[in-house]
């Protein structure tokens, strides 16, 4: 689907954003506005290994491989992934999560945005 529309829930934990983005979901004309950007999230994992997308950098896999052994993500923060990949990611998931009137709805905290996008 093209993304014609964004839509950005902008937020802070604990203000009822869930409850926001559940009732906008349910429209089904606001996209599919969910934490794509709070990497720490199984539901980034469970997209990242379906998609195959960001990749993790090659400088970063002795790294990546001893947390995965400890039982964490093996991603520590956005840098562990190449630009370009975290790019690709973006584009895949406004594909997937657009609906069909061209919305790809996004929510974000304040300190994902900061962490990720400044």
Not at 15 to 26: E, F, K
């Amino acid at each position: 689907m093209t993304t014609r529309r964004l839509l950005a829930i902008a937020s802070v934990e604990r203000t009822g954003s869930t409850l926001l983005c559940s009732i906008l979901r349910a429209t089904k004309a606001a996209g599919n506005p969910v934490e794509y950007l709070n990497i720490q999230t199984n539901n980034f994992a469970t997209f990242r290994e379906r998609h195959h997308t960001p990749r993790i950098k090659a400088s970063f896999l002795p790294m990546a491989l001893a947390r995965k052994a400890t039982g964490r993500f093996p991603w520590r923060d956005i840098s562990s992934f190449s630009r370009t990949s975290f790019i690709d990611y973006l584009h895949e998931i406004a594909e997937v999560n657009t609906t069909s009137n061209g919305v790809f709805g996004v929510k974000m905290h304040w300190n994902q945005y900061k962490r990720h996008m400044l």
